[in-house]
């Protein structure tokens, strides 16, 4: 290696160990989020996308979040999908447990099951893969048309957009922007 080549690697290695940085961590902080969220299901036979919007709570303790989330997506299909559960997050990772709700279409018949969604976050948005999984056998019919089944299993991608704001001691809201 050369010289110019190992001083520029030395100073690049060791300039993070020459700046002093006093990380903050939040203790017991209430965040409160809300976005657009937009979801691809392409591994179903008959792939749909959703647009809706997300909104989560979570108190920050550390390195760790816990709290709870709900989705409203309207999906290509013509119906509507709803979620609720509570959501971890340790450091950038995280998992959504719940359930989820889809409507039914003139094919398909209401269908309740779990919500399942690890997912990599950072402050402005997120990146998840969801499951959905009925809580009733796909093929079962039931009243109305026949042929009606209910909605089978749901493996998709979302991606989610967020505004963050800050609950304070007061019980407002502080919003923070990307361009703060």
């Given amino acids: 290696m050369s010289t110019r080549l190992s001083l520029l690697v030395l100073v690049f290695l060791g300039a993070p160990l020459s700046a002093r940085a006093d990380p903050y961590l939040p203790n017991n902080e209430r965040w409160f989020t809300i976005g657009p969220l937009l979801s691809a299901t392409p591994l179903s036979s008959k792939p749909k996308l959703g647009l809706g919007v997300e909104t989560t709570f979570n108190v920050l303790d550390g390195i760790t979040a816990l709290g709870v989330f709900g989705q409203a997506q309207w999906m290509t299909e013509g119906h509507a999908r709803l979620g609720a559960g509570i959501q971890g997050t340790l450091v950038f990772g ?3 447990l719940g359930v989820m709700h889809e409507t039914g279409t003139r094919e398909h018949l209401p269908t309740t099951g779990l919500h399942i969604a690890p997912f990599v976050t950072f402050v402005f948005g997120s ?3 969801r499951f959905g999984i009925p809580l009733s056998e796909p093929g079962a019919a039931g009243p109305g ?3 009606r ?6 493996v998709g991608l979302v991606l989610t957009a967020k505004i963050p ?3 304070t001691s007061k019980g407002t809201l502080e919003p923070m922007f990307p361009w703060d």
């Fill in 145 to 147: 048309l026949p042929g």
């Fill in 149 to 154: 089944t209910r909605h089978g299993r749901e």
């Fill in 94 to 96: 995280g998992v959504e």
């Fill in 165 to 167: 704001a800050k609950w």
């Fill in 127 to 129: 990146v998840g893969v």
